[in-house]
């Protein structure tokens, strides 16, 4: 029987569930055979932010929110195999992100904290359940982030050019992948966190279409450096970083009273050009020669002024999204998390320490039976 998993992915942008149907491929490479787009009700979204930039929260509160979310992956799956017109039984296993609400790798002792309840899910489809996965790495000393770069050299890597992806969620992170080289990959800095959080704040919509409002502001250079001046973006590797460090409450912190005095969309703009310039700078700190090409995913991918910018200050490199192989933006961070419970369930390894910073791979997550047992 074909091996076929369902990755499901809720990322730092809190804006939806990505539910993608995945086929194996052998030798590590996966094809999408469809994809299904779950938004978040709005009171849910808006839940999800307080517990993302919260420093208290009730359990009560928390608990609710996990059974929720696990409710509602749960309800992603089915929607998605009602869509193919696929049973159950076909789907070898389901591969569960959850919805990070806190992710401290550099505290002591670290944590990392994912809802959306695995055993809900697991209940309500039928399937095998494999959620969970970044905390095995965060106990091995690492940080638990990104995970989806073995997923991107499986994938994407090319033996006659030096390629970088670019994943454009709530948070950038950037894996490089180049022929003969170590895979490397970490965090940059913010990307639709903020700018979703700053438009949200100031046009009411969830998030600024095709970059049109941060087109018609123009950055501060002065706001830019202070927030470039932060010291993670100096930080080396391995390191990675969320929507509770890089908040609203951050970009108060490092602009003050020039927040207030500039003109939103020229914030906008500014925040537009944080993300160009931290991803800019990160692929420099890999290699000082430029990757031949730079492949986009996530969200940021569909952002047509981010990209245009990314294109015009990569010079060298051709700025292109990963549609063109094989995997749509929105689809591709779901499918890592399908390949990783397809790792898991053979017991074959999914973080890569040099990625990591782990003391040495490891089998992550943690597989719930879908069946009912005798």
Not at 357 to 369: E, F, K, Q, S, T
Request: hydrophobic share 40%; net charge negative.
């Amino acid at each position: 029987m074909t091996d076929r998993y369902i990755g499901l992915m809720s990322g730092t942008s809190r804006d939806g569930i990505d539910a993608v149907l995945t086929e194996s491929l052998g030798g590590g490479r996966m094809q999408v055979l469809d994809h299904l787009q779950l938004e978040f009700p709005d009171d849910l979204a808006a839940e999800l932010a307080t517990a993302a930039t919260t420093t208290t929260l009730r359990y009560a509160q928390l608990g609710t929110l996990d059974a929720k979310l696990g409710d509602l992956f749960g309800q992603a799956v089915l929607a998605l195999l009602e869509q193919t017109g696929l049973p159950p039984a076909t789907i070898r296993a389901i591969g569960s992100h959850g919805q990070t609400v806190h992710h401290a790798p550099d505290r002591n002792p670290a944590f990392t904290w994912q809802i959306g309840d695995p055993f809900r899910i697991a209940e309500i489809t039928g399937i095998d359940t494999v959620a969970q996965f970044r905390p095995r790495d965060i106990a091995a000393g690492g940080q638990g982030a990104p995970l989806a770069c073995g997923f991107h050299a499986a994938q994407f890597a090319s033996p006659d050019e030096a390629r970088a992806v670019l994943n454009l969620g709530g948070i950038g992170n950037i894996t490089w992948l180049a022929p003969g080289r170590a895979v490397t990959g970490f965090d940059c800095g913010p990307a639709n966190t903020l700018l979703d959080a700053w438009n949200r704040c100031h046009q009411g919509t969830a998030f600024d279409r095709n970059g049109n409002w941060a087109r018609s502001g123009q950055p501060d250079p002065h706001l830019l450096a202070r927030l470039l001046d932060d010291p993670f973006f100096e930080r080396p590797p391995p390191k990675s970083t969320g929507p509770e460090y890089f908040s609203p409450a951050w970009l108060r912190a490092r602009t003050g009273e020039a927040l207030e005095q500039a003109r939103p969309e020229d914030i906008q703009a500014t925040l537009v050009e944080l993300t160009i310039t931290s991803v800019r700078r990160a692929l420099q700190a890999v290699d000082i020669r430029p990757p031949a090409r730079l492949l986009v995913c996530g969200g940021g991918a569909l952002n047509t002024y981010l990209m245009e910018r990314l294109q015009q200050t990569q010079t060298g490199t051709r700025v292109e999204t990963t549609t063109g192989h094989g995997i749509p933006p929105q689809q591709v961070e779901g499918a890592a998390f399908a390949w990783l419970a397809a790792r898991t369930l053979a017991g074959h390894t999914g973080n890569l320490p040099e990625v990591t910073g782990a003391r040495g791979p490891r089998v992550l997550g943690c597989i719930i039976p879908g069946g009912t047992g005798r």
